[in-house]
């Protein structure tokens, strides 16, 4: 079965220093994996997919076969980055790409 | 646009008592999940909607929870005679297509259900 690993609860951080948020994942196929973010009192939104392979907001992240992982980056900490962030697996099972969540880590950035 | 909505937002239930949680999705898309999330935890996945057709509904917990859509839109979660362990928020999300390339799926703002 698939699960997805954040061994963080809570992240915090100062503004303007570096952003790692831990992801780990287990699957027996080739998954796709996403980061999902919500901000204070907002619904849950797509930040960005690994198949993309972009940079959205400053955040990036590299999907790490060997490793199993998918951690978040970000060089430089904004306090307006300040949300709840999930990472998250899709598989396709011939139903949908359900996701498979973590269980979200709480980035705080201050000042 | 609007988004994927939900209603109601809040919902006390007396523990046995049945709910109906509704789901408008974004006109046009065709997928339809439903998900539910814990204190504390991340969603997790109950069911599945491809138009009407309810394609997985693997995570529903028990017998107690069932899902529909009759005319591929609207969709209702109906949980029956509801135990404290149902309380949680239930979270909609819907999606342009089916399948791949992974479609991005957007979520509703959720119904935080509280049974006493």
């Known amino acids: 079965a698939q699960r997805v690993t954040q061994p963080e609860k809570l992240l915090s951080v100062f503004k303007g220093a570096p952003v790692e948020l831990k992801c780990n994942y287990s699957y027996s196929g080739s998954p796709e994996l996403f980061w999902y973010v919500q901000y204070s009192r907002q619904r849950l939104q797509l930040l960005l997919r690994h198949i993309s392979r972009e940079s959205i907001k400053g955040f990036t992240a590299d999907l790490n076969k060997g490793e199993t992982s998918f951690h978040l980056k970000k060089p430089f900490a904004q306090e307006e980055d300040s949300a709840m962030y999930y990472c998250?697996?899709?598989?396709?099972?011939?139903?949908?790409?359900?996701?498979?969540f973590g269980t979200g880590t709480q980035l705080k950035v201050e000042l | 646009g609007a988004g994927v909505s939900q209603s109601p937002r809040y919902k006390v239930a007396k523990r046995g008592q049945d709910v109906a949680l509704r789901c408008d999705p974004i006109s046009g898309h065709v997928s339809l999940f439903w998900y539910q999330q814990a204190l504390g935890q991340g969603p997790e996945f109950l069911t599945y909607?491809?138009?009407?057709?309810?394609?997985?509904k693997s995570g529903l917990p028990s017998d107690r929870f069932f899902a529909e859509r009759p005319e591929g839109s609207v969709s209702t979660l109906k949980i029956q005679r509801t135990q404290q362990e149902d309380s949680a928020v239930y979270l909609c999300?819907?999606?342009?297509?089916?399948?791949?390339?992974?479609?991005?799926?957007?979520f509703g703002p959720g119904t935080r259900l509280t049974v006493t």
């Open positions: 999300a819907s999606s342009t297509g089916a399948g791949t390339p992974n479609y991005e799926q957007y």
């Open positions: 998250a697996l899709s598989r396709d099972t011939g139903g949908g790409n359900k996701l498979t």
């Open positions: 909607f491809q138009n009407e057709a309810q394609l997985d």
